[in-house]
């Protein structure tokens, strides 16, 4: 049954999609219809999870808009997303940022950047 489910699904996986991890800052671009338009709508914020498998994997990005914590879930391969851009990497110790929720101002999209670490070392490492 699985292997019949997988041959379903397989062209419908878009494998341009998965090269963020979570505490990455993303740049979501959805398409939005409005009656019988089409626009492009970007959502920008920190992935704070990432769950599931195959056709049914999701993440969830938190940002901060008028002082309230704004949370979206997207499809991973949801044909409603134009694309997913990595605005900034970092260098997370977690498989969920959680903890982001409880924070205020700042410190809410806080993390660790990659390019800041790897100043501190002094370069990339080989």
């Known amino acids: 049954m699985q292997a019949i489910l997988e041959d379903i699904t397989k062209d419908q996986i878009k494998d341009d999609r998965g090269h963020f991890k979570v505490g990455d800052g993303v740049r979501v671009h959805t398409r939005v219809r409005e009656g019988d338009k089409e626009r492009i709508q970007i959502f920008a914020g920190i992935v704070i999870s990432r769950k599931g498998g195959g056709i049914a994997e999701s993440f969830t990005v938190r940002r901060i ?3 309230e914590g704004v949370e979206r879930v997207f499809p991973v391969h949801s044909p409603n ?3 997913v851009e990595v605005d900034r ?3 997370t ?3 969920r940022m959680f903890y982001l ?3 205020i101002g700042k410190s809410a ?3 660790k950047e990659k390019r800041l670490v790897e100043a501190k070392r002094g370069g990339k490492k080989s």
């Open 65 to 67: 808009s008028y002082g």
């Open 81 to 83: 997303i134009e694309k």
């Open 89 to 91: 990497e970092s260098v």
């Open 93 to 95: 110790l977690r498989a």
């Open 101 to 103: 929720r409880n924070r």
């Open 109 to 111: 999209n806080k993390v």
